[in-house]
């Protein structure tokens, strides 16, 4: 998850690139949060696979805002879609948008 709703100030470079996320789930809102500057930061982090987003981010643009299979809530939808993430004991996790209900499983890092 992103620190704060993925505000600029609660998700640096230094820390996102230093955790080597494999999957980044932004809890955003429409107008709060996911900003360009951190959809950037978690895009270019090494190892990243997907990156999810709570809600489309209206000022981003198709430029601030992932595939719409990744983001549970869209303009013209209606609201309170959610992510979930099932985890496995093996360490395998699947992700899945409730919106439309896309899934993607994760295995384990060798």
Do not use: C
């Not at 951190?38 to 000022?59: N, R």
Request: hydrophobic letters at 35%; proline letters at 6%.
């Amino acid at each position: 998850m992103t620190a704060n709703h993925g505000s600029d100030s609660a998700n640096s470079p230094i820390l996102v690139h230093a955790l080597r996320p494999r999957v980044v789930i932004a809890d955003n809102g429409p107008a709060k949060g996911a900003s360009a500057e951190v959809f950037q930061t978690v895009k270019s982090s090494p190892g990243l696979e997907d990156y999810w987003q709570g809600h489309y981010l209206i000022a981003g643009g198709e430029k601030g805002n992932v595939a719409l299979d990744y983001i549970a809530n869209i303009p013209d939808s209606p609201d309170g879609k959610w992510i979930k993430v099932s985890a496995q004991d093996d360490g395998t996790f699947t992700v899945i948008n409730a919106r439309n209900n896309f899934s993607k499983t994760y295995k384990p890092r060798k």
